[in-house]
């Protein structure tokens, strides 16, 4: 997270230092280069294996037990959007739940139920089929609507018992992506994911999604953690990056000034504050000066920031954290920006933010939590942060996250 803030704050300084630098041998190869590896990363993008995949299932089972549930409440992006055309349905396994996502032959929003079909426990998800707006069972052929009401079944025409519908998440599709909200205590949303209105206006248009490849092998609550972890800032995100690689731009360093401060009238708000600067040979350069802020909405299953690019428009970024199981969180991100701005600038944009991010993963994906961590004063308000993200977690957190589902209950059928 903390890392954000180098690429969203000091692109506009960034880009006025450059224009100047490239003049120079040094500058023209270095520019040129990252010019070179944003195209290709637009035209031919590169493999992930060029990072290892780190950890094991046993180390991981063992931080596991060290983090909060792994589960904390919140609304969270199952998939994209256009991966999901209409007849088709997908099978997945995150939050501790079993869901089919599913899309109606007619299209319109697409819909999430638990997968296990509440007649005799067949899965909807694998050997089901999408019939008309329904999703329907491969073992008898019970249709489903949207709502999980029970719309067919082939031979029986009485009334269906309540326990005989399916359980229905609540949907949200915006900015192509299908995002469900989660709580362990089935309660409803507490709060929305508001809108981006330079995207529902028209004026970006759609430049590209990534993702990791894989899950890494982390607790979400890292992501948030990590943007109060202000001392790890000059060890871990001191360098501009290559974009889209894990090489450094010789020269040039970022000093950073962070903080970190919750909403006043939005509990599940909070908002992350970076004044930075570039230093080169090591000597401050004040005119590079700028500031970033960027939002967290709930347990970060979603977080959206923007980049501004001075003369030239915005860029604005959407990454989503999706707990798939205990100490597997799938990553992913889609871009959005003015049509001003070449597509190019905006892969280098995005690609530094990617590379900055990854600079995080080999800590993320070795380390336990400390319940009681030993905390200096300039280590930063780790402890504030805590509390805040607390409420995200409900007293059934711990059930779900150890695999206690109501689906594995008895119900009985009042036939």
Same mark, same amino acid.
């Given at each position: 997270?903390?890392?954000?803030?180098?690429?969203?704050?000091?692109? !506009?300084?960034?880009?006025?230092?450059?224009?100047?630098?490239?003049?120079?041998?040094?500058?023209?190869?270095?520019?040129?280069?990252?010019?070179?590896?944003?195209?290709?990363?637009?035209?031919?993008?590169?493999?992930?294996?060029?990072?290892?995949?780190?950890?094991? %299932?046993?180390?991981?089972?063992?931080? &596991?037990?060290?983090?909060?549930?792994?589960?904390?409440?919140?609304?969270?992006?199952?998939?994209?959007?256009?991966?999901?055309?209409?007849?088709?349905?997908?099978?997945?396994?995150?939050?501790?739940?079993?869901?089919?996502? *599913? %899309?109606?032959?007619?299209?319109?929003?697409?819909?999430?139920?638990?997968?296990?079909?509440?007649?005799?426990? =067949?899965?909807?998800?694998?050997?089901?089929? +999408?019939?008309?707006? #329904?999703?329907? #069972?491969?073992?008898?052929?019970?249709?489903?609507?949207? !709502?999980?009401?029970?719309?067919?079944?082939?031979?029986?025409?009485?009334? +269906?018992?309540?326990?005989?519908? &399916?359980?229905?998440?609540?949907?949200?599709?915006?900015?192509?992506?299908?995002?469900?909200?989660?709580?362990?205590?089935?309660?409803?949303?507490?709060?929305?994911?508001?809108?981006?209105?330079?995207?529902?206006?028209?004026?970006?248009?759609?430049?590209?999604?990534? !993702?990791?490849?894989?899950?890494?092998?982390?607790?979400?609550?890292?992501?948030?953690?990590?943007?109060?972890?202000?001392?790890?800032?000059?060890?871990?995100?001191?360098?501009?990056?290559?974009?889209?690689?894990?090489?450094?731009?010789?020269?040039?360093?970022?000093?950073?000034?962070?903080?970190?401060?919750?909403?006043?009238?939005?509990?599940?708000?909070?908002? *992350?504050?970076?004044?930075?600067?570039?230093?080169?040979?090591?000597?401050?350069?004040?005119?590079?000066?700028?500031?970033?802020?960027?939002?967290?909405?709930?347990?970060?299953?979603?977080?959206?920031? %923007?980049?501004?690019?001075?003369?030239?428009?915005?860029?604005?970024?959407?990454?989503?954290?999706?707990?798939?199981?205990?100490?597997?969180?799938?990553?992913?991100?889609?871009?959005? &920006?003015?049509?001003?701005?070449?597509?190019?600038?905006?892969?280098?944009?995005?690609?530094?933010?990617? @590379?900055?991010?990854?600079? !995080?993963?080999?800590?993320?994906?070795?380390?336990? *939590?400390?319940?009681?961590?030993?905390?200096?004063?300039?280590?930063?308000?780790?402890?504030?942060?805590? %509390?805040?993200?607390?409420?995200?977690? @409900?007293?059934?957190?711990?059930?779900?996250?150890?695999?206690?589902?109501?689906? #594995?209950? =008895?119900?009985?059928?009042?036939?």
């Amino acid at each position: 997270v903390s890392s954000v803030a180098v690429e969203a704050g000091l692109i !506009d300084p960034l880009w006025t230092l450059l224009t100047s630098f490239a003049l120079s041998t040094t500058g023209s190869f270095v520019l040129g280069f990252a010019c070179c590896l944003a195209l290709a990363k637009v035209f031919w993008p590169q493999p992930e294996s060029k990072w290892p995949d780190l950890g094991s %299932r046993k180390q991981n089972a063992f931080r &596991a037990k060290t983090f909060p549930p792994a589960y904390p409440n919140g609304w969270y992006k199952l998939m994209n959007s256009f991966d999901l055309k209409p007849g088709q349905k997908e099978y997945l396994q995150c939050l501790g739940q079993h869901l089919v996502v *599913f %899309r109606g032959e007619n299209g319109g929003k697409a819909s999430v139920l638990d997968a296990y079909c509440p007649h005799l426990g =067949a899965n909807l998800g694998v050997g089901g089929k +999408v019939v008309g707006d #329904c999703i329907q #069972c491969p073992f008898h052929e019970w249709s489903f609507k949207g !709502d999980g009401q029970v719309a067919k079944i082939p031979y029986y025409e009485g009334e +269906v018992p309540k326990t005989g519908h &399916a359980k229905a998440w609540h949907v949200d599709e915006r900015y192509k992506m299908i995002m469900i909200w989660f709580d362990a205590e089935g309660r409803p949303p507490a709060y929305e994911i508001p809108g981006v209105p330079s995207i529902d206006d028209g004026s970006m248009v759609f430049r590209g999604s990534t !993702d990791l490849g894989r899950d890494v092998r982390m607790h979400i609550q890292d992501f948030a953690e990590n943007s109060v972890d202000f001392a790890h800032f000059p060890v871990l995100h001191q360098d501009m990056m290559i974009p889209w690689t894990p090489y450094k731009i010789p020269l040039i360093k970022v000093h950073h000034e962070a903080g970190w401060e919750m909403d006043k009238e939005k509990p599940h708000l909070s908002y *992350f504050t970076n004044n930075a600067h570039l230093q080169i040979f090591g000597k401050d350069i004040p005119r590079t000066a700028a500031k970033a802020l960027i939002t967290f909405m709930g347990p970060c299953g979603i977080v959206s920031f %923007r980049f501004e690019i001075e003369g030239l428009g915005n860029i604005h970024m959407i990454q989503c954290h999706l707990p798939r199981e205990q100490m597997a969180v799938k990553t992913d991100f889609l871009w959005w &920006a003015d049509k001003s701005i070449p597509r190019f600038l905006v892969s280098y944009v995005v690609g530094n933010w990617y @590379s900055q991010w990854h600079n !995080d993963l080999e800590v993320w994906e070795n380390k336990i *939590f400390h319940r009681t961590p030993v905390i200096l004063k300039t280590d930063g308000p780790v402890g504030k942060l805590r %509390r805040w993200y607390s409420q995200f977690y @409900s007293p059934s957190s711990e059930k779900v996250a150890a695999g206690v589902s109501s689906e #594995c209950k =008895a119900k009985e059928l009042d036939w």
